[in-house]
C-alpha cells in the first residue's frame, strides 16, 4: 500500500453544528505502508495559527513510527469561534471530529476508538478537553504548551472548571477520572512566558510555563486521591525553548517514544 495525502471535504454536518448555516466536514489524511488497521489512529489537532498544512508534515513521521492512519481535522477560522473548548454552546468540536473519524472508518475499516491524540498550544487545548469527554476512546494524549487548561474546580464554569453551563449538552460529561486510564506526557517550553495565560488574572499562572506547572500539580493531586495505582505525571520542561513546539524536532521525537512505550 502506497503512502497517501489528501484533502477530503466529504459531508455537510447540518444542525448539530451550527456555526454558519452549514459546516463541511473536512481534515488531512496520511496512511503508512503496511499501517495496522486495528492498532488505531493518531489525531493531531492544530493551533489557532490554524496551520493544518503544518501539523501533516510534523505528524508523517509519528504515523509512520506507530504504524497508524494520521487524521489532522481543520477547524476553520471562519466557522469556529473557538473550536479549543471543544464544545461551545451549539458549536460542537467533538461531533465534528468524530464524524471525521467515522468517514476514515467506513473507507478504511480502520479502528477509531483507539485514539492516539497530539495537541501544541490550542490544539493542546482541545486534546485534554476531549479527554475529559471521552477518555474511553483516548489511549495515550501528548499536550504542549495550552494557554488555558480545564482544572478539577467545580467552583469554576467550562472551560476553566467542570461546573457545566446552562447550554452544556446533558449527555456529555466531563470527567477528571478519566485521565487515570489515558497515559499523558505534559510539555511547555522553558521561555514560553510571554503570553498571558487564560483566565488572564493569573489565579492559575500569569503564563505558559505557570500554568502548566500548577495544572501538572492539581492533576497529580487529583490522582493520588482518585486513583493511587497510577503514576504520576511527569511535566517535560523543554530548556531554551518558547512557544514553538511542533517545529522542534526534538520534541517529535518525544512523542514518538512516547507513543510507542
Not at 481535522?73 to 464524524?99: C, H, M, S, T
Not at 490544539?123 to 477518555?135: D, E, K, S
Not at 500569569?206 to 486513583?227: A, G, H, I, P, Y
Request: hydrophobic content about 35%.
Amino acid at each position: 500500500m502506497n503512502k497517501r495525502i489528501c484533502t477530503i471535504v466529504i459531508l455537510t454536518l447540518l444542525s448539530t453544528v451550527p456555526v454558519k448555516s452549514e459546516v463541511d466536514l473536512e481534515y488531512l489524511e496520511y496512511y503508512p505502508e503496511d499501517y495496522d488497521r486495528s492498532k488505531g489512529v493518531l489525531i493531531i489537532i492544530h493551533s489557532k495559527a490554524y496551520d493544518w498544512d503544518h501539523y501533516l508534515k510534523f505528524g508523517k513521521s509519528i504515523a509512520d513510527a506507530l504504524r497508524v492512519p494520521l487524521v489532522v481535522p481543520v477547524f476553520k477560522k471562519e466557522y469556529w469561534n473557538d473550536y479549543a473548548v471543544v464544545i461551545d454552546g451549539k458549536q460542537r468540536g467533538d461531533i465534528f471530529l468524530q464524524e471525521n473519524l467515522k468517514k476514515v472508518e467506513s473507507e478504511h475499516k480502520v479502528n477509531i476508538n483507539r485514539l492516539y491524540m497530539y495537541g501544541h498550544s490550542g490544539g493542546a487545548q482541545f486534546v485534554h478537553r476531549y479527554i475529559l469527554m471521552y477518555g474511553s476512546r483516548v489511549r495515550k494524549a501528548f499536550i504542549s504548551a495550552p494557554g488555558w487548561y480545564t482544572f478539577p474546580d467545580f467552583g469554576k464554569e467550562f472551560p476553566t472548571g467542570l461546573q457545566k453551563r446552562k447550554d452544556f449538552p446533558d449527555d456529555v460529561s466531563l470527567e477528571f477520572k478519566n485521565f487515570c486510564k489515558t497515559q499523558l506526557s505534559v510539555t511547555v517550553g522553558e521561555l514560553d512566558t510571554t503570553d498571558p495565560a487564560v483566565p488572564k488574572d493569573g489565579s492559575y499562572g500569569k503564563n505558559r510555563l505557570e500554568l502548566s506547572k500548577n495544572w501538572v500539580v492539581s492533576l497529580n493531586r487529583f490522582l493520588k486521591r482518585e486513583c493511587s495505582e497510577v503514576a504520576e505525571i511527569p511535566l517535560h520542561i523543554t530548556p531554551g525553548q518558547g512557544h514553538t513546539g511542533s517545529s522542534n524536532s526534538a520534541q517529535k521525537q518525544r512523542v514518538i517514544e512516547f507513543f510507542n512505550r
